[in-house]
């Protein structure tokens, strides 16, 4: 009988690494080669979501959605779900003036994380960060075999759900597992893509074309397999099954805290999120101070005092401020939502230095959770029926 298990087992873990849909594609010739040097706790592959997954002993495994190309969207929950005795959906339950009748969250709940892995395939940071705190969650270690006894106690008295990666599609496009130390120019090719002729979509060129259909060279790691932006899609009727599995998800779990992970070749941010009421927009301010005053005082990359965003309404000038999937989350849960972007670490040229190493962007990627949970834990808003 064991035998036999694990037999089905081996079957099934060749049958998935040996698959088209999950199997490791290489960048086209000239274009410089995926590095050699990744070290084992920078797990940022399909595969290392896949067996991460395999491993999960006190979560819970959810397929929250089949993405177009046929591959899972997993999430993973801990702690136990708190009842919130639901009697409304949250618009209506705000329009009665009290969002408990919508959750009901008194000091017996325990509050709700909820973290959504890249939606965009080539930030693949943040799947490193995914990974390593599911590992937490479930040994109290990262993979550099750390120990995070505080952010594991944390953990245990809330409840968090955890997407490793939104966009499965577009990270098996992205022939990158890192995208350190290499040319700004390869992370642009492959994350937003080109057109037939070569030419670079870049961004926000990349946004102009939605779903990204026809003049299409390499379809962008944006994208899922349909040619969506799981980030700009229309979240009052989705084109995504992505998306429509993390509204749902923020519908049913009433999170405290929301974040959408992403990369970009700056420094290591938490951005300010758009139409959401300013409450809300200055607790993701005093978030965001605290999470860059831990990377300095930890000695890593980070935002100059001066360099930081203050809270801002949306005015007649802001031309520019999209309803993104950070809104639409708020607007099904009331959740605090936000962006993050990570550093890829790659570089203008060749010649210069990447602003993190492979420690830091994990360090990045673990110190942002930290924080998160922190400041939940110290500034939960209450909703109560009176
Ligand atoms: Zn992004």
Redesign the pocket.
């Known amino acids: 009988m064991k035998k036999n298990k694990s037999f089905f087992l081996i079957v099934l873990a060749l049958t998935f690494f040996a698959s088209p849909l999950f199997s490791q594609i290489k960048p086209e010739a000239g274009d410089p080669p995926n590095r050699t040097d990744i070290p084992q706790f920078f797990k940022s592959k399909l595969s290392d979501v896949q067996s991460e997954i395999e491993k999960v002993k006190a979560g819970e495994v959810k397929t929250i959605a089949v993405s177009p190309g046929g591959r899972p969207i997993y999430a993973v929950y801990y702690g136990e779900k708190d009842d919130f005795k639901s009697q409304a959906n949250y618009n209506s339950a705000v329009a009665a003036r009290n969002p408990a009748y919508y959750a009901q969250k008194d000091k017996s709940t325990k509050p709700v994380l909820f973290f959504i892995g890249p939606?965009?395939g080539q930030?693949v940071e943040n799947i490193v960060g995914m990974v390593n705190l599911i590992h937490i969650a479930e040994t109290g270690k990262d993979y550099r075999g750390k120990e995070w006894p505080e952010l594991k106690e944390k953990i245990n008295k809330c409840r968090t759900i955890i997407i490793p990666c939104a966009n499965p599609d577009g990270r098996q496009r992205c022939p990158y597992n890192t995208f350190l130390g290499l040319p700004t120019d390869i992370m642009t090719k492959y994350g937003q893509g080109t057109r037939k002729d070569g030419s670079f979509y870049g961004w926000p060129g990349a946004k102009a074309v939605h779903p990204m259909k026809g003049d299409v060279g390499i379809l962008g790691a944006y994208f899922n397999d349909n040619g969506i932006n799981i980030?700009q899609d229309e979240y009052f009727n989705p084109m995504a099954k992505e998306t429509k599995a993390i509204l749902e998800i923020a519908r049913t779990e009433a999170p405290d805290i929301t974040v959408s992970l992403?990369?970009h070749e700056n420094h290591p941010i938490i951005l300010q999120p758009a139409y959401i009421p300013m409450f809300q927009k200055k607790r993701v301010h005093n978030l965001a101070i605290a999470v860059n005053n831990r990377y300095k005082k930890a000695g890593i990359d980070h935002v100059a005092d001066d360099g930081f965003w203050t809270p801002q309404p949306e005015d007649e000038n802001s031309l520019h401020t999209t309803f993104n999937l950070i809104s639409a989350v708020h607007h099904i849960s009331g959740t605090m939502a936000f962006t993050f972007e990570c550093p890829h670490g790659c570089v203008l040229n060749n010649t210069s230095v990447p602003r993190v190493n492979y420690n830091d962007i994990l360090d990045i990627e673990l110190l942002l959770f930290d924080e998160m949970y922190d400041y939940i834990l110290n500034n939960r808003i209450y909703w109560e029926l009176n």
Do not use: D, W
């Open positions: 939606v965009h930030e980030m992403h990369s």
